[in-house]
């Protein structure tokens, strides 16, 4: 079996333009983000869902809080440890104690599985880590063994003052793994400590069309700076406010914002000759783990929405309700894998403003244009044989390491616009 | 074939001291070194060439102007390239345009090689490079083509007021690949441009005797951090100013020091029950290559040297005089290789301050306690199969990750050494 998806489309159009372009700009573009990091800082980790039509790449979501770091190829460990240690260098001050804070979901073994390498990756970069749990229900430390044979030990989070720590352990770093869907805890504002990322970065405060809004400014200066069409790696968006898709509040703003959007859609496509049939995803502004999305081809669709539909589309995560929508340019998959075919969608990770691989998400039983992060769907992880960070000038463009970098390159100015997010 | 060289000794004595005490202070050490390198910048890159006795690891030479890119593990090319990425950030200013400044030999088709991967790497992590040769002889663009299928332009050095570069080509970084032994040229003096190494660094400046008294300083500190006995990582030395071997001058200071230092390293042996015969490398101060070097196991073999060998040692690359001599610790090699056992000794290489793999020299015809790096002498390349920047709790101190880990902090330490002389 080939160890990479396969891109393919029926389309005539501008195939591999993208590729082909970074390819080509190595230099200018890494002068470019280098001068971007001079002068600000970013989260500490990131992975981004990207899609790629063929004439198009895009990112689809920016998650702050990633977990899946058990689905990346174990063979850029060292890269995943020098990333940390560039990372935790640019924070300028001495760190050696970490804290991580998980999520409380701690049954899910793949989630457990991730924290696990999480860990290992930092605890190789030469400092010492430890679990601090928001679990209410865990009062005193929890080994689990897993799958992997790892061993994790949980233990109840304390605050001590303005600090907070575990038994015995106050670190001068805390890194969040817990995307805050639920609030932001109380127990972790005013510490006097670094919090990375910072609390309105998680899901309770950040909005979806908030990065989108920063990722189409970021892409408008990054294309500008290499002579290319920002719609080729920036989906198109709008959003609307106070939506209750129970109440069938807002309906009016979400039908005229559609339509709107598959015509703009549609213009580009007639621009490059796309003879696709364009389509919007419909998404919870705040909100994650690919609840509250539905795929819309026509502004008909919204009012025939039936009650499971609705109930569907109307609450995230811990039970938090949908209020605002993103509506967001649907770009379609074109990678493949295996044989009958299965839709693969890539998901690249970064470790501050480097790039350590990333993993494809292979489901055969979607489409091109649904979404492969739902709740329950169940998805085969497949490493990137590639770390993205280098093209190789001798090859195609449609070469593996000038796929991957072109996905390094989109993931990149993902992780840009959350670090503009994050300093505004 | 086994793919790493076996670690191997008769002797009675504490036997992978160094690896386990190492493998058990990882967050230690990664800290101690966290906190250097807030404060001190490094030289662009080095290799350092170490040997390993199975009680003592001891770097013996530590190159800033490395060679042998070529031999380095594939594998880790993307750790290379994310490695110049944080060496150039940290030189905190902008920089897009690299000259490399190469040695004039340009007919070692081994040497082209090497500069044909580290410009490689430099390419890859998105700067324009070009290669500006100081070889009188060079009055036009030279294109070379290399057994591996790449490509060379050598392209004469111009200097336009302080600021030398290429036709077309003014850079921002210059990257010295040249240790400079014929002397400092006029051309790089007073540049407007940053030149890393500095010219001080190279060989017509630089004495062995004060890298190995920094590195002596830095192994103190480090082994106090974290309760070592220092010699276990430090080769004792002293030095001998001027030394005329063909007038047979200052042999009387040679064979004191010579008598001194064998007396002092017997005394450690005897500390930790060792049995072997101590020896002495007798290396000229100034100089590299191998070249001017004897081992010598009694103060009696100075003074019956034979007019052959006097003349090996009165003269280095480009037929510099050597008029100072180092008297270092012999540290014996017990790391074999293949069937019948051939002699391996490793060298580790660094970009910025990341350790980036290494390679071993093989060679069959050699002693454990001769030196590898001889004029004319061959040896095979292989690989490191690991890149020396994470030991393995789970495994013994043997086990290839916490042997390579051993070397990894060996030669950081030797690069600190090379910072502090920079700084000095």
């Known amino acids: 079996m080939q160890s990479v998806p396969h891109l393919t489309t029926a389309q005539i159009g501008p195939m591999l333009m993208v590729e082909s372009h970074l390819q080509e700009h190595l230099a200018d573009i890494e002068s470019w983000f280098r001068n971007q990091w001079r002068s600000i800082k970013e989260p500490f980790y990131a992975s981004v869902d990207i899609r790629n039509a063929g004439f198009k790449i895009a990112p689809v979501d920016t998650n702050l809080f990633p977990a899946g770091f058990n689905n990346l190829n174990p063979a850029f460990e060292a890269l995943c440890i020098q990333a940390v240690q560039l990372a935790i260098e640019r924070m300028n001050t001495r760190i050696d104690r970490i804290l ?25 970069a030469g400092f010492e880590v430890r679990l601090g749990s928001m679990f209410p229900d865990l009062t005193e430390p929890k080994e689990a063994t897993l799958e992997s ?6 233990e109840p989070l304390l605050k001590e003052g303005n600090r ?45 069309s908030m990065h989108f809004g920063q990722y189409k400014m ?31 509040e807002g309906e009016t703003c979400l039908s005229r914002n ?71 340019e649907g770009v379609y998959t074109h990678e493949t ?57 001798s090859l195609s463009p449609d070469a593996h390491p000038n796929r991957f970098y072109a996905y390094g390159v989109i993931a990149r100015l993902a992780m840009l616009a959350a670090a503009r997010e994050m300093a505004a």
């Open 100 to 124: 991580i804070i998980p999520e409380n979901h701690t049954r899910n073994l793949f989630y457990m599985e991730s924290l696990g390498v999480l860990k290992e990756i930092i605890e190789k």
């Open 258 to 328: 559609v339509t709107a959007l598959l015509e703009n859609i549609q213009k580009k496509y007639d621009e490059y000759s796309i003879k696709s049939e364009p389509y919007v995803m419909v998404k919870a502004d705040a909100g994650t783990y690919g609840m509250g999305i539905m795929t819309v081809k026509s502004p008909d669709e919204i009012s025939v929405l039936n009650r499971k539909q609705r109930t569907r589309m109307a609450t995230v995560k811990e039970g938090q309700k949908v209020t605002k929508v993103l509506i967001q």
């Open 337 to 393: 894998w295996g044989e009958p075919p299965a839709v693969a969608e890539p998901v690249v990770y970064l470790i501050g403003h480097s790039v350590v691989g990333g993993f494809y998400r292979v489901h055969s039983a979607r489409g091109v244009n649904e979404n492969l992060n739902s709740p329950g769907m169940r998805f085969e992880p497949l490493a990137f044989e590639d770390c993205c960070i280098s093209p190789e000038k």
């Open 218 to 248: 970021v892409a408008e200066e990054f294309a500008k700076h290499i002579d290319l069409d920002p719609w080729l790696i920036d989906p198109l968006f709008r959003n609307c406010g106070e939506i209750d898709f129970m109440k069938r």
């Open 149 to 154: 044979g790892r061993s994790l030990l949980l």
């Open 164 to 208: 907070i720590g575990v038994d015995g352990f106050i670190p001068e770093l805390v890194i969040l793994n817990n995307d805050l869907s639920s609030g932001r805890p109380a127990l972790l504002e005013g510490l006097d400590q670094r919090l990375t990322p910072p609390l309105n970065m998680g899901w309770s405060n950040r909005l979806k």
